[in-house]
């Protein structure tokens, strides 16, 4: 899901960058204010998750590839705004360093996989946990779906952002100058291909990992207190799973 | 460190030993193909992808050191030198940039 430099035309690139000035800006005013500073060393560890995650290529039928990304997780554990903060760290040393995505689609690819992730993610697994306790199953099920959820979203928005290059940017007789490929291409090859096979491997790592913190230390998950189950003595593992 | 954070810890070290799994998958990503594989597909470079796709020069280019590596072996070094320079650049840019900005030492 990394767009490359050449596939988005300058409206595109150019808007994108300006949706996320005030996103980042945000997100650095959250944290500042919403995280604790025992949660940094976790923050610090989540972009390096991050980074290391979506070198984890997944062969498909046809000769593509692909990966999770690991946004959804860190939306839940350490909150979306956090997550813009992680993976904008873990595109920028990909893109600046790696050349994976492009310096002109930094700001598209931070809003696919660092915006829709982790937004979308988070808000699934608020609807479908509900006030379950903690470490119940229905809540690490409503992780893992918030995972798959969140990476298809972003893979179809990504699918959009390339699929209007040629409708938006072309030459006068009509030949694209960057994404050739339109809408009816772009975003079923990028839903079906995340759908299919991506998406489940953020699944599994989002539920794998939730259910790990949130047996063992649920006092790093950032909205913890706020919730239902403060009742069951924060922090305990009595929690049934 | 508490427990939690060292088993995470543990964790992420386990996938950057294991890294070069995602070596398997040979195949480019959906919309990120080189203007070469687009010439091959469509018969033609659109002429704003040409111009920008060489934009950037980066240090290592796809996570493999210089020398068009085309065999797992031959590429896990790059690989894994990749994902331990990536990993710790990572972690060391969101601890300096959260320690710089967090407020609350509850």
Known sequence: MHIPDGYLGPLTFAALYIVMIPIWLYAGHWVQKSLRSRQVPYLALAAAFSFVIMMFNVPVPGGSSGHAVGSALVAIILGPWTAVVTTSVALLIQCILFGDGGVTAFGANCFNMGVVIPFLAYYSYKLISGRSAIASNIRIAAAAIAGYVGLTVAAVVAGFEMGIQPILEHTPAGVPLYMPYGLNVTVPAMLIEHAVFFSWVELIITGLAFAYIARNNPEIIFDYRSRNDKKTNAGQVAVPA | ?106
């Open chain 2, 1 to 106: 460190m508490d427990r939690t954070f060292k088993v995470l810890l543990i964790a992420l070290v386990v996938l950057v030993v294991v890294v070069p799994i995602g070596l398997i998958a040979t195949g480019t990503a959906y919309g990120e193909w080189g203007p070469d594989e687009l010439q091959q597909a469509i018969g033609y470079v659109p002429d704003g992808l040409q111009h920008l796709s060489d934009l950037w020069t980066p240090l290592l280019p796809d996570y493999d050191f210089p020398g068009g590596h085309d065999t797992l072996p031959t590429q896990a070094p790059g690989y894994y030198t990749s994902a331990i320079i990536g990993g710790l650049l990572c972690a060391g840019v969101g601890y300096l940039v959260a320690r710089a900005i967090v407020r609350r030492t509850d």
